[in-house]
């Protein structure tokens, strides 16, 4: 999925923003978008970045600790 920024965004806000998480997205971004990094913690307005396909039918498994039995 191709994705153009808001000015002043973020990476981590652009994947928050579209996809709805950061975690373990943001890292395939880099990956799918050479030299991305390199530019800066900023994405200049419009600039267009790879995301990575999720699948958004299964959610997010987190486990849990019971502390009392």
């Known amino acids: 999925m191709i994705v153009a ?3 002043g ?5 652009l994947c928050w ?3 709805g998480r950061t975690a373990g997205v943001t890292e395939q ?3 799918l978008n050479p030299g991305l990094a390199a530019a800066g913690p900023k994405l200049a307005e419009g600039q267009t970045v790879i ?3 999720i699948n958004t039918a299964a959610p997010a498994i987190r486990e849990t600790v019971n502390l009392w039995d």
């Open 5 to 7: 920024a808001i000015a």
């Open 17 to 19: 923003r579209t996809l």
């Open 51 to 53: 995301l990575p396909e």
């Open 29 to 31: 971004a880099l990956e």
């Open 9 to 13: 965004e973020t990476l981590d806000a």
